[in-house]
């Protein structure tokens, strides 16, 4: 084997995804302390003196207890060369999470064992099953009271259309929570509320006909019930199959709790073995294996500001094949151009480590003077590989701002330039205006309190917020149109992007169609592309 097969062959990248406080940004914690990367786990919500959680790096997030930004994270554990990537949970940043999904070759994810599915995990779910990514189940927080599990079960399968494979199951919740007990390996990993994960928890032998073993363990009426369940699963449930698994056809699930760091570290060691080395990527020509000799990676995410002491862009590319070398040239497909990735770093959150090389499956950031774009491409100039873009969506709220300072001018139009850039907020104006007034769309209304935040504190530009009617968008085809002449009514307003394309935004689809009706040979696209 290579060194190349070897370090490919050894890297797991996986997203973490769930409704916002399920436990996904503990989860990440707890996963870090058992790979060395950190020491002390710190609370996502708590005190004001407490240490904030490792990867929510920006102001806002620990203030508000929040993940607003996609983290990543690489850490060694047991042979393995682990990337996680931490996503936001709350819907008005679910952009965000999409394209970072393209990033992953599985995923985890994180289900509050009282709350069940929610709204934020339906749609992600649904992205994940559009590109069969493998999904991981953590069902959390059963030291809390929590539904019945056979009723969790039920709803994932009959919402997502997905089988389910419990590895291990509870035995009880909240406050007669004793443990789990391991399907597979017929033993019980007891439940210490004191335990919070100093050493690791040494599971007790005892098979499911051991009573009077079990008896002593967990007491008599909660052994009638787990010898009543475990049958049960054992007869009617769906078997184990690898192959369906790593196709997102069956989830395996475990039941745990973050917070007190209980069947994380099984948890880690059970996904190790069933998920996949990095997985061969699409271009516009081929398939591209990662066990390619030709370096290729695409750009996923750009962040601006991630160190006020660095006041520098980030782009995170994902490596599909290859080794990446620092100081080599490659090239940059949608510019045509030869680049060298400058500064190339492998993150903790805001921390970064610059390094020599990386291979496929791994994600690193390097510096961007302002020439790169989510979802380009670069490649080692011999394979020139394309590959497929990223879906931008289309916004749904609108804003006019303009800064409160004359003076910051200069100011205020890198800030939204930047973090348009970045690809959270898409800009645009009224013909024949420029950047004195700049309309706002977001997906999620949360992204307009971020815009004015980061505005404030990484650009000092004060900022004036109007809020528009508007929820629909779509792009005007005809290029040789006069739009001025166009049949409108007085809520649909015409805007331009920074390239020149005329846009239209509705309050409302009859405004779209009165639009279609009333101009013949008009041609309006959605957004969504």
């Not at 961007?368 to 931008?392: L, M, Q, R, W």
Request: proline residues 4%; hydrophobic residues 35%.
């Amino acid at each position: 084997m290579t060194e190349l097969q070897k370090e490919v062959s050894r890297r797991r990248t996986f997203a973490i995804i769930s409704h916002p406080d399920a436990g996904k940004t503990t989860l990440t914690e707890k996963f870090l302390l058992y790979g060395g990367a950190i020491q002390t786990a710190g609370s996502v919500k708590g005190k004001a003196t407490a240490r904030h959680a490792v990867s929510d790096w920006m102001e806002l997030e620990k203030q508000r207890g929040i993940s607003i930004t996609s983290s990543v994270m690489q850490f060694e554990y047991d042979g393995y060369c682990i990337n996680i990537l931490d996503t936001p949970g709350h819907q008005d940043f679910s952009e965000d999470t999409y394209r970072t999904l393209m990033a992953a070759d599985s995923v985890v994810m994180v289900i509050d064992a009282a709350k069940g599915i929610e709204a934020q995990t339906r749609k992600l779910f649904k992205v994940c099953a559009m590109r069969h990514i493998p999904i991981f189940t953590f069902i959390n927080k059963l030291d809390r009271e929590a539904r019945d599990p056979f009723e969790l079960l039920d709803q994932l399968e009959k919402e997502f259309g997905i089988g389910t494979y419990p590895v291990n199951w509870p035995i009880g919740c909240g406050v007669s929570f004793k443990g789990v007990f391991d399907r597979d390996k017929r033993e019980i990993l007891s439940f210490s509320e004191r335990h919070r994960g100093q050493e690791k928890i040494k599971p007790t032998p005892c098979d499911i006909t051991d009573i009077e073993k079990l008896d002593e363990l967990i007491g008599q009426y909660q052994r009638a019930e787990l010898v009543d369940q475990i049958e049960l699963l054992d007869g009617a449930s769906f078997e184990f199959d690898l192959d369906k698994v790593q196709k997102g056809e069956l989830t395996p699930v475990f039941f745990g709790s973050a917070l007190t760091n209980f069947g994380i570290e099984p948890f880690l060691e059970n996904f190790l073995k069933m998920t996949t080395a990095p997985l061969p990527r699409l271009s516009s020509e081929q398939e591209v294996s990662p066990f390619d000799e030709n370096f290729s990676a695409f750009a996923f995410k750009i962040q601006a500001n991630m160190n006020k002491n660095h006041r520098d862009r980030i782009t995170f590319f994902r490596i599909c094949s290859g080794k990446f070398e620092r100081g080599a040239d490659y090239f940059h497909v949608q510019q045509g151009k030869t680049v060298r990735l400058s500064q190339p770093q492998q993150m903790m959150a805001e921390e970064r480590q610059i390094i020599n090389e990386a291979y496929a499956g791994d994600i690193i950031g390097v510096f961007d003077p302002g020439i790169y774009s989510i979802g380009d491409t670069v490649c080692s100039a011999k394979n020139k590989v394309k590959f497929e873009g990223i879906p931008t969506f289309a916004p749904e709220h609108f804003s006019m701002i303009e800064q409160k300072d004359s003076l910051k001018r200069k100011q205020f139009v890198k800030g939204v330039e930047q973090i348009a850039q970045e690809g959270a907020i898409q800009i645009f104006h009224e013909p024949n205006t420029g950047m004195e007034r700049v309309i706002v769309g977001v997906v999620g209304v949360l992204q307009f309190e971020v815009l004015e935040h980061r505005l404030k504190n990484e650009y000092g530009v004060d900022i004036i917020r109007n809020d528009l009617p508007y929820s629909y968008i779509r792009w005007v085809k005809n290029k040789d149109i006069d739009i001025k002449r166009l049949n409108l009514t007085s809520d649909t307003k015409w805007v331009q992007d920074f390239k020149g394309n005329n846009i239209l935004i509705f309050t409302s689809e009859w405004n779209i169609n009165w639009a279609l009706d009333k101009n013949e040979g008009l041609i309006l696209e959605d957004f969504n592309k």
